[in-house]
């Protein structure tokens, strides 16, 4: 993997190529020869006669020097025929920089560069194109950019980043939102602590279209998967295994030279979680992939369950394909344990449970872990069990890390991140 150092601030270059971006810096550095300037709109004035390096002016090529068209668009990626189009060019290398927003937007900035045949560069920007910088070379790019003190661009690594990333594993979470994930940091760490090559992404994407295609094409081992999708899976698996498919959900991918199989580690983190002491009644709030498989967890370790959801149909097939029961119950008192699998509490803004709260006499086990929401303080402050969300993710995701690298990780270590 070749790499540009690119600067956020104006600073001594580092050895080897640096892009010298004009509205960084206020004069070319003596010691960039062999570099690119890159204009930034401003007077060509400002290139050393002698230079030797390129440079890049955006779409208009400057007469007497090797020049890079540039093409940046900070909304969105145009489709493949689109990508090859704006590539051409009788510069000697084109750049085309676009902001990913889905799988699909990765498979088109692949598939152009499998047919671009002249020197280019293409770069995702934001965070679900990050995996494009480090699968430059799959990409038959001639470089990429790592940032040097400060980022230039969104999704970006620095420089030493891309160079401890060349030619590792990846793997990820894609869901819609992911922002607020903490896997990245949990398994970053737990790669860390066994001495794994490797980068935790986060694929940010409203839909699945694709993602077999793009976990092939850029190499990505494998993926977690958070709402809305981990019941949206199955028609892009090769393979499921049986907790997966008696659950309905899959949150967690594996790639095997491009066969792409299925699994289920929310159930194995609800155990963690609990301890694997399991309550004799439960009132489970929610009817998406993770109220699946508590119901599924929970009825197999003997436990009846009850389900409250206001969306009447993934109520009904839940409760249908798990034999569960519906109940439109607002008093709680009767229940030992009120499991919360929606996204209500994760922000202050959408605390209005489903339920109320003061009857709560049971454990609280809340799925939302990154804040302390309006559920878990009323549960404390009436001296109720908190079972943490924070520890089925750390189960989850322990399942998850032997699946993909067939090791063990230290759960304390990646509890110690959250």
Sequence with gaps: MKICSTYGKEQKLEPGMNEIRMDVFSEVPKTAEGSI?????????????????FIDNGSE????YRCIKSV?????TPSRSEIIQEMAGTQEISKGAYMVNSFRDLHSIYAAS?????????????????????????????FTFGYVGAPT???????????????CHIVGITGNPVGQSKSPEMQTAAMKAL???????????????????????YRILGMNVTSPHKRNLFGHLDDFTETAMSTGSVNTVLNVRGWISGYNTDVAGI????????????????????ARSAAYCLKENGCHVSVKARNRNTLDALCRDLGVDPTNVSDVRD?????????IGMTEDNENYPIELDTITGAVFDMVYHRKTLLQQVAESRGCPLVSGKDMLVGQGAESFKIWFKMRPDTRIMRAVL
């Design 114 to 142: 499998q047919e671009i045949r002249n020197k280019h560069v293409l770069i995702g920007m934001g965070d679900t194109g990050t995996v494009t910088r480090i699968r430059s070379d799959i990409l038959n790019n001639e």
């Design 37 to 53: 300037i890159t204009l930034c709109g401003n007077d060509p004035s400002v290139i050393p006669k002698d230079f030797k390096g």
């Design 153 to 167: 661009a969104p999704g970006q690594l620095s420089k030493e980043e891309l160079e401890s990333l060349d030619n």
């Design 195 to 217: 001495g794994i090559k490797g980068a935790y992404l986060r694929f940010n994407s409203p839909n699945l279209d694709l993602i077999e295609d793009v976990m092939t094409e």
């Design 335 to 343: 229940y030992e344990m009120i499991v919360n699998c929606t996204p």
């Design 61 to 64: 090529p400057i007469e007497g």
């Design 72 to 76: 940046h668009n900070f909304e969105s």
């Design 271 to 290: 155990e963690y979680a609990l301890g694997y002491q399991f309550p004799e009644n439960a009132l489970i709030l929610g009817s998406g992939g993770a």
